[in-house]
């Protein structure tokens, strides 16, 4: 485990603000005394999704700014050691900004670049056999925060489209079959959480600018809980 003081993080922050990134990455490459080097590097992008967790093993699947990143990696945490899976299939830029376990199969679904029209792959990882198979959403477009947060719910994974209403809430079963689409009209949704057995998100009201909690409830309807004062 790596662990960060304090004053580590407010040095990072300061090496960051004075490259001008958000970012700063910590790599390992082959050489150096020791048989490694460590590489500093910045962005201002995430290159790979947020950690999925199942057991004593953490994934992170590829986004990547341009084409060409397509591997899963896969961490043991006991034993240390680090796999990586190949996706074979589409390969396409801004792949998975989001995935949600569900079962032994992770669900991702495209954030997709707002250039280019190729962004309909969705992936199915099976953490048991590590296979991978990409499955058509039929929505080819990209755009900002399209399917960037999602969670698992009653055995489905649930994907809300934050800061793109044109897209639909998608309802996914384990396999990548998809299992139901709601449009919703004028608000946008932020990332959901389970609390007392259903999805509650933030929403905002593109029209009113008032932000409201919403359930979202197994069919995709949803109605206002409460607004947000």
């Known amino acids: 485990m790596l662990e960060l003081t304090e004053n580590a993080i407010k040095r ?24 490694f080097e460590y590489i500093w590097s910045f962005g201002n992008e995430e290159q790979r999704t947020d950690i999925i967790v ?4 953490l994934y992170s699947l590829p986004f990547g700014e341009t084409k060409g990143l397509n591997t899963i990696v896969e961490f043991d945490t006991e ?17 998975y900004n989001c995935g949600v376990l569900v079962g032994n ?7 997709g670049d707002e250039h280019t029209n190729d962004s309909n792959w969705g992936l199915v990882f099976n953490t048991v056999t590590k296979e991978t198979t990409q499955f058509d959403i039929k929505l080819n477009f ?6 960037r947060s999602g969670i698992e719910y009653m055995g489905n994974a649930y994907f809300f489209p934050s ?3 044109s897209c639909p809430i998608l309802k996914i079963d384990q396999t990548g079959e998809i299992v139901r689409g709601v449009y ?3 608000i946008m949704f932020g990332r959901p959480i ?8 933030i929403g905002h009201h593109m029209k009113t600018n008032e932000e409201a909690i919403y359930i979202v409830k197994e069919d995709l309807s949803y109605e206002m809980l409460r607004p947000l004062a």
């Not at 199942?54 to 093993?57: F, L, Y």
């Not at 680090?82 to 299939?89: F, N």
């Open 194 to 201: 389970v609390y007392q057995n259903q999805i509650h998100v």
């Open 12 to 35: 990072l922050t300061y090496i960051a603000d004075k490259n001008n990134s958000r970012y700063v990455r910590l790599g390992v490459k082959g050489g150096g005394c020791a048989g």
């Open 142 to 147: 990209g755009g900002k925060y399209r399917f």
């Open 163 to 165: 800061g793109t209403p």
């Open 105 to 111: 199969n992770i669900i991702a679904l495209p954030y």
């Open 54 to 57: 199942k057991d004593n093993t």
């Open 184 to 186: 919703v009209n004028n």
């Open 79 to 95: 034993t240390n050691t680090v796999t990586y899976h190949d996706i074979h299939g589409v390969d396409f830029a801004k792949k």
